[in-house]
């Protein structure tokens, strides 16, 4: 079992910034490809990014591309999402996920965390 634990979520002004982090203590994390989601009030879960294991290769909802970035250190056993020009449309709950590589779909994933929430005012 993989445990993922994030944070970093937050009320934040339309066009600040935040950055999310989510954390998969032992050594599950070196096999790991990691991925984020988020699901906004009404709304259907919704695929943001993926990174690979190695941290080579990225992978983004094509709205978000440019806005958001993924990033992983591997010797922390964490993986980061880099959130600019937020806007209000943006409020939801954001959550981490993983799973072994090669992933059968970089939108599928066997693990996931307990969620942030995340909340743009305008």
């Known amino acids: 079992q993989v445990q993922l634990v994030e944070s970093g979520g937050g009320l934040v002004q339309a066009g600040g910034s935040l950055r999310l982090s989510c954390a998969a203590p032992?050594?599950?994390?070196?096999?790991?490809?990691m991925g984020w989601f988020r699901q906004a009030p009404g709304k259907e879960h919704e695929w943001v990014a993926t990174?690979?294991?190695?941290?080579?290769?990225?992978y983004y909802a094509d709205s978000l591309r440019g806005r958001f970035t993924t990033s992983r250190d591997n010797a922390k056993n964490t993986v980061y999402l880099q959130m600019n020009s937020l806007n209000p449309e943006y409020t939801a709950v954001y959550y981490c996920?993983?799973?072994?590589?090669?992933?059968?779909?970089?939108?599928?994933?066997?693990?996931w965390g307990q969620g942030t929430q995340v909340t743009v005012s305008s």
């Open positions: 996920a993983a799973g072994e590589e090669p992933l059968r779909n970089v939108r599928e994933f066997d693990y």
């Open positions: 032992g050594r599950a994390f070196s096999r790991l490809a």
């Open positions: 990174i690979s294991l190695s941290g080579s290769s990225t």
